[in-house]
């Protein structure tokens, strides 16, 4: 420990270690890496097509076995490869709704924690209601109101689309990473730097793209992965209930297959509730953890000595 | 201290109208009963379809309608539900008093194993069951209600009924079919496992607040004059620790009102619990808006109502808050 001490590291080399020194946290990228791996590979991987019956009927909830290591659903198809092709969808609703919620709550916050005054207060007021409601509640709601203004339908898709859910996200996610941003601006913006800044003439915008969001880069990286896990997890809900992306041409995600085990327990399928909901599990842990980790990494005040 | 409290009521009354207002447009421009009635009814008069609308409470002027709506609601003339044409109110309080069970059932119970987590966690921080505590408060938050409970629902009923001839709980209703009359315990055995499903998520939740807030008292300076003036371990924790620890873990507890709703809302889904939830989720799918408005009142007024609380606990508890 002293030897390393001695050598001057860099601020990022610091997060580094201290990610890195967060074991679930490494574990956790693992798993996600090699999940990706195997749906970005996914014509390989998978043993079936999304829509292909094992065998010939009988073929319906078929328990593991050799030829369907994961069962079949109601129509004879392999749990297995429609777990890959799912996560697939799955995870690009939870990176794209993410990405657009957060770089719409990324400035949104930014905006509002420099200028304050009115639009702060209101945008605060705004987001304080947003978060204080039910999600689900919220949700179904503006998914109404969103699909019934037609003139969102180029941008939004058809109601039962992958689009419509991932533009639903984005819009929806933005407040908790507006809060966020803006508490950090609101710190960031007392400082020397910011100082310096101003008094060279330096233009709001100039301040706001070329100091202060790239000094609030951690906690939108953490604020990053949460969103995709909220968005995930708010798909499969979604689907669960009724109201996700429909599966169109026997496509799948995530959420169809959770949403399925709902009919399955009472029956005793139990593989067809366990395995959906257990890929679920492992995806939301993960990225939460790599999330935790990214915190304490990014977060110098919570330094608990490497 | 009385005129804090005194605006701050004040000021709840137009945010409730312009929350119920914002809440009525979302609901009308979501909701379109009028055109799938006449859809059903092609050949409905004139008179038929006004008079629809006049029952059901649908202007279609939405600004006009949402003070005819208000009219009526504080009047006490609510407009019946579509499908039906049912009165809404005794729907609505035979949900409540479900979800008012099950939900303080779950908070209580939730609160309870939560904070006692949390300050056992806090006491030794970095031991092996503070490890244990937060590891497992992570991994309760990150599962989602729904998940938990179709596992519980697999377990304690379809799996335990086939392993030993029968299950160990219940898995829907308040009741079994047919059963008339108040009886305590089998309402408990029917509400042990949407009570659990709740519960953990605000065990994990609290679990983590309590920690925190514990552990920064405890590295505060009162603590150590506290203890430096000779007080007992156990009363330097409780007087000074654990109140000083529960201020801010109030504020929260009363602003999560809105997140406790919503697993409530998922987990009587699932359990066919009559609820609050429930009522929600048909009336919804159905697009049931003279259903779904007194609902979102309820919502929103409760919503505003704890955070009312939140505010008026913290002023009261922190004495260094100044309200003037």
């Known amino acids: ?306 | 201290m009385f005129r804090y409290i005194l605006r701050r009521v004040a000021w709840s009354i137009p945010t409730l109208l312009i929350v119920t207002f914002l809440v009525y447009l979302a609901l009308r421009i979501g909701t379109d009963p009028v055109a799938s009635y006449k859809r059903i009814n092609p050949r409905a008069s004139r008179a038929k379809i006004a008079e629809y609308i006049d029952v059901n409470g649908l202007d279609p002027n939405f600004v006009q309608g949402y003070f005819k709506w208000l009219k009526n609601f504080v009047t006490g003339e609510w407009p019946r539900s579509i499908k039906g044409r049912r009165e809404v109110w005794p729907a609505l309080k035979d949900a409540m008093a479900n979800t008012l069970r099950l939900g303080s059932a779950a908070t209580v119970v939730g609160i309870f194993f939560g904070l006692i987590a949390g300050v056992l966690a806090a006491l030794r921080p970095g031991g092996k069951r503070d490890v244990f505590i937060n590891t497992s408060a992570f991994v309760g938050i990150s599962i989602p209600p729904f998940i938990s409970a179709i596992m519980f629902q697999l377990l304690f009923a379809v799996y335990w009924q086939k392993w030993f001839g029968e299950s160990l709980f219940p898995t829907s209703g308040v009741y079994p079919a047919g059963h008339t009359g108040f009886d305590l315990f089998l309402m408990l055995k029917f509400m042990a496992l949407p009570t659990l499903v709740v519960a953990i998520q605000i065990i994990a939740t609290y679990s983590r607040y309590m920690r925190s807030s514990l552990l920064d008292v405890l590295n505060s300076d009162y603590m150590r004059t506290a203890r430096s003036k000779g007080i007992s371990e156990r009363r330097v924790l409780i007087k000074h620790g654990m109140r000083n620890a529960l201020i801010p873990v109030v504020t929260i507890a009363a602003l999560d009102v809105g997140s406790i709703v919503g697993g409530l809302i998922i987990t009587e889904n699932i359990f066919s619990y009559p609820g609050m939830g429930l009522y929600f989720l048909k009336s919804f799918g159905e697009g049931d808006f003279p259903l779904l408005m007194p609902w979102m009142v309820v919502i929103v007024a409760s919503v505003l109502f704890f955070n009312l609380i939140a505010d008026i606990s913290y002023a009261w508890l922190d004495p260094r808050i100044r309200l003037e």
Request: some cysteine; overall charge positive; proline content about 4%.
């Open chain 1, 1 to 306: 420990m002293s030897k390393q001490e001695s050598t001057v590291l860099s601020p990022r080399q610091m997060a580094f270690r201290r990610f890195v020194s967060h074991k679930a946290a490494v574990a956790s990228c693992i798993i996600i890496g090699l999940l990706t791996l195997f749906i970005v590979l996914a014509p390989l991987t998978a043993r079936y097509g999304v829509n292909e019956s094992v065998q010939a009927p009988p073929n319906s909830f078929l328990t593991p076995r050799a030829k369907s290591w994961l069962g079949t659903d109601d129509i004879g198809r392999d749990l297995y490869s429609r777990l890959i092709y799912g996560v697939r969808v799955s995870l690009l609703i939870g990176l794209a709704s993410a990405i657009i919620s957060v770089t719409l709550g990324a400035l949104v916050g930014a905006v509002a924690g420099f200028r304050g005054g009115k639009f702060d207060d209101i945008m605060m007021r705004v987001t304080d209601l947003f978060l204080a409601f039910p999600f689900l509640v919220t949700l179904l709601v503006v998914r109404n109101v969103l699909g019934a203004l037609p003139w969102l339908r180029p941008i939004t898709g058809d109601m039962s689309s992958v689009r419509f859910i991932i533009v639903l996200f984005g819009l929806f996610g933005w407040m908790g990473v507006a809060r966020i941003v803006r508490g950090q601006v609101l710190s960031l913006k007392e400082r020397e730097f910011v100082e310096a800044a101003r008094a060279v003439g330096a233009s709001r915008r100039y301040i706001i793209t070329r100091h202060l969001l790239p000094n609030s880069v951690g906690p939108i990286m953490v604020a990053l992965t949460f969103s995709v896990v909220g968005a995930i997890i708010g798909e499969s809900t979604l689907a669960f209930f009724g109201y996700g992306p429909q599966a169109g041409d026997g496509a799948t995600s995530l959420g169809i297959l959770v949403g399925a085990a709902k009919g399955a327990v009472q029956t005793g399928y139990w593989w067809l509730a366990v395995f959906p909901c257990l890929v679920l599990i492992v995806i939301a842990l993960s990225i939460n953890f790599i999330g935790d980790a990214l915190r304490d990494a990014t977060d110098p005040r919570l330094d608990r000595g490497v």
